[in-house]
Every structure is written in C-alpha cells, then in structure tokens.
C-alpha cells in the first residue's frame, strides 16, 4: 500500500499552486509521521506513535497513508457494526505488535503497512461468525499474526518479479482470511464450538434477510459451512437430507443442493425492473463493503476521510464502484439486493483506486487501464463465483487482487505511456513530482544543446531521471 517513506513537505499540488500550502493533515499526513519518529522514547509518544501506527492502518486499505482518514473510517466501522470494528482492532493491534517483535521496516510498520490487512481478517472474521466463540477468537488471532507474515512474504516476492514498486494489495488478507474460514469451520473447530440448532430443511428466513460483503450483518448472517454441518447432523439422526439447503453468500439467495454437485442458474437481474435509486446507492455502499460493512452513511463517512487524503483517490473509488456495480447489474445472477448492497462494486472500487493515481501515476492512459481494471474485476468476480459458492468459500477481495496485479504486471516492462512513481506514497504527489521532473527535463535539453553535451552530462542526466522510466 502506500509507502512509510514520505516527504519533507505535504503539498497537494506543489509550491507554487495558487500561491499557497495545504494544512498538515493532507496527503500522508507527514508532518506527524516526522514530528512522531523525533521525539524521544517515552510512554506517552510510544502510546502516540502506536495510535498513529492504527489509524493509518484502517486508512491504508483504500490507499489513503492518513491517520485522519483512519480515524474517520474506524468511526464509521463502529458506526456500522460496533462488535466488527471491536475485533478489527484487536486484529490491527495483534498485528503492529507482531510486525515491531519480528524487527520488520520501521517505516513501513509506522505507515500500517503490516498491520491493515488484520483490519481486514478481524472485520471479516466478525462478519461471517457473528457469535464468535472462544475457538473463533484464537483462530483470528492467529490469522491477524499470520497476516504480518503474508505481508511480508508477498512484498518480498513482488518486489523481486518488478523494479518498479508493486503493492502487495490485500493479498495477505485473503490468504489469512481463507485460513481462518478454513480452520473455523473445520470438524474439529465445529466440535469445540456450541451445538448448532437443530434445522428441519431449510435455514429461517430471518436469517437471510440483509446482504454484506459475505452474508447479512453481523447479527444475522449464517455462514455456508454451518448450514453444511446442519445438513449433515440432520441426516444422520433422520437418514434423510434436506432438499435444499438456503444461504446468503452476499451475491443474493442461492438454494444449493444437499449433494453439493450443482448449483441452480437462476436467471441474471432484470434490468428493466430495477430500482437505479437503490443501484446508485449501492454505488455509495461499495467502500464500506471493502470492510464488509453494509451502510450508508458510515460509507459517506469513509468517503469523507478519502477525500480528505486524496481527492484523486475519492473520484477513482466511485469511478470504480459505479463501473463495476453497473457491470453488475447486467451479470448478477440472482435477486437484486446483492447490487444494492454495494457487494458488485467493492472490488472494481478498489482495483480503480489502485490504478488510477497510487500504483501509477495519474494520465489519461492510466485512468483508461483503470476503466479496463474496473470492468475486469466485475467479469472476474462474476466467472469465480459460482465456484466459490460450491466451494463455500467468500470470494473476499480477490477479484481485485486478480485484476489489479495482472494489469500491473502485464504493463510492467513493456512499451507504452504508462509511468510509475517511484516511490508509493499519494496521487496527488505522484503527479506533481512526475510534472515537476519532466519540466526540469525539457529545461535542461532546452539549455544543454545536445551536440554539446559531454558523455558526463549524459550519465548525469540518466542517473536524474532514472525512476522516471516509462514502461
């Protein structure tokens, strides 16, 4: 996510925009970082330090290296779902403690870069077991932990297939996100666990009755794997299965058959029929489902927090939300409510987000990979999802992380006008240094004639520009 390492100053849009300087808490919020890494060790700025490390955590997940974004964004999250937000707090700080006894950048551990993917792993976590149990618990823990490992492996391997910086997104996320799910549902998991209620077929209505990133919210969600389990204890004591076994994975309701070999192909949305004010409001929806929260004004909220950070990164967020819900809407199959949810548009959010301003810097021909980006995600989404629904696994976010990392690595070392920062920090800076550079570089060529230039004026000219390459 976005680089620890950040500048001197924290303009927008340059020295000389309008005459004027951005307040501090713009950006990345650098000044803090700065004023926090100068003070001495002492409880009250190791405790200082350590809540600048959390917020910055929950505001890395949309790109946004900003302690007052996090702060607006965890707002939101106990806004939203307060027993989630509780747990993705104790999985961000299990995180940060892990990353700083495992000796990792203390740059990158201050900026939350090892620790915003535990926001993730705790949220979810909550989300798809809403009565979490002792057993629950431990396996977040260790999911949280494993994260910090997840993170540093994936940065480690990504960073030697590029020499441009390449992002490990939130593929630690899913990795430990799968873990758990994976553990928690296990026999022996479900062993140690309270029984589950006895079901007479299908599982109560009440129970599907709102959609979230992975199924309702957090009090009324039941997780594929449990209702498996159900299935099978009712077999044994009857010799019979259900016909059908009913659950919300957040794509709509899908009736699975109890042999698990199929899965209906109900028929796609209607779009004639759809209700476009409840579609845009799942637009509006969709950056609170990058948490696996369903609500709207905690949304507008974190909204609120992103266009503090980075307006580029707010507009590309609802760019990438809209292509991918409207996408949606023609490839959705099943009812309606998983589009007004925001679950279409979370990934496309945050595949956009990613390239149209941090991973590369802001161009027409960006914005343009971005769109492609958006439109990938939902197509990814939509082919992996029945798998995923046979398999009872969430699908999390990784058909962002799919689209994203092969559109960056296709375009890594080919031609084109593509160009990367080199260092990730926000797209605002991005763009500013890479037009700052390019006027220096047009100056210099319009001082220097080339026939006059000497072979050390050439070296010193392509040791200058080097992290300017163009792919």
């Not at 300087?21 to 700065?34: P, R, T």
């Amino acid at each position: 996510m976005a680089d620890a390492r950040s500048p001197s100053r924290n303009r927008r849009f340059g020295e000389k925009q309008m005459g004027r300087k951005f307040v501090v808490f713009v950006g990345d919020c650098s000044q803090a970082g700065e004023v926090i890494a100068n003070k001495p060790i002492t409880p009250l700025w190791v405790l200082v330090g350590f809540v600048d490390t959390l917020l910055r955590s929950y505001g890395q997940v949309v790109f946004c290296n900003n302690p007052v974004t996090g702060l607006l964004i965890m707002i939101a999250l106990f806004i939203s779902g307060p027993f989630a937000a509780l747990v993705g707090l104790v999985a961000a700080t299990i995180a940060i403690f892990t990353a700083w006894l495992l000796d990792q950048s203390p740059n990158a551990v201050r900026g939350g870069v090892f620790s915003y993917n535990a926001v993730l792993v705790g949220q979810l976590t909550a989300v798809l077991f809403p009565e979490m149990t002792i057993v629950d618990w431990i396996f977040m823990v260790f999911g949280a932990i494993f994260s910090v490992y997840f993170t540093s492996s994936f940065a480690a391997l990504f960073g030697s297939i590029s020499k441009h910086p390449m992002p490990a997104l939130t593929v630690p996320f899913v990795a430990a996100q799968v873990l758990v799910c994976l553990s928690a549902a296990s026999p022996g998991a479900l062993y140690l666990k309270t029984p589950l209620p006895n079901l007479s077929g299908n599982i109560p209505g009440s129970a599907l009755s709102n959609n979230s990133l992975l199924g309702g919210d957090s009090s009324t969600n039941t997780s594929v794997q449990q209702a498996l389990v159900a299935a099978t204890d009712l077999a044994s004591t009857t010799n019979d299965l259900p016909d059908s076994i009913v659950f919300n994975n957040g794509d709509g309701i899908v009736a699975m058959n109890a042999s698990m070999n199929s899965i209906p192909n109900p028929t796609t949305v209607n779009i004639e029929t759809l209700d476009w004010g409840e579609v845009f409001t799942g637009v509006l929806k969709s950056i609170g489902q990058a948490y696996g929260q369903e609500h709207l004004p905690g949304s507008l909220l974190m909204y609120l927090g992103v266009v503090i950070s980075s307006p580029t990164t707010a507009l590309m967020c609802l760019f990438g939300s809209t292509v991918s819900t409207l996408v949606g809407a023609v490839l959705c199959p099943g009812p309606a409510e998983s589009l007004y949810a925001g679950v279409w548009g979370y990934n496309g959010l945050l595949t956009a987000a990613a390239l149209g301003g941090f991973a590369l810097v802001l161009t027409p021909q960006s914005a343009a990979l971005a769109l492609m980006g958006a439109l990938l995600t939902a197509v990814v989404h939509f082919a992996l999802l029945a798998s995923f629904l046979r398999a009872g696994v969430p699908l999390l976010t990784l058909p962002f992380n799919l689209a994203a990392l092969l559109l960056l690595c296709a375009t890594a070392r080919g031609g084109g006008s593509l160009v990367r920062p080199p260092a990730l920090t926000y797209p605002e800076k991005h763009r500013r240094d890479w037009a700052a550079a390019r006027h220096s570089k047009r100056s210099r060529n319009l001082s220097s004639p080339s026939d006059l230039s000497s072979p050390d004026d050439e070296v010193d000219k392509k040791e200058q520009f080097r992290k300017l390459e163009i792919i």
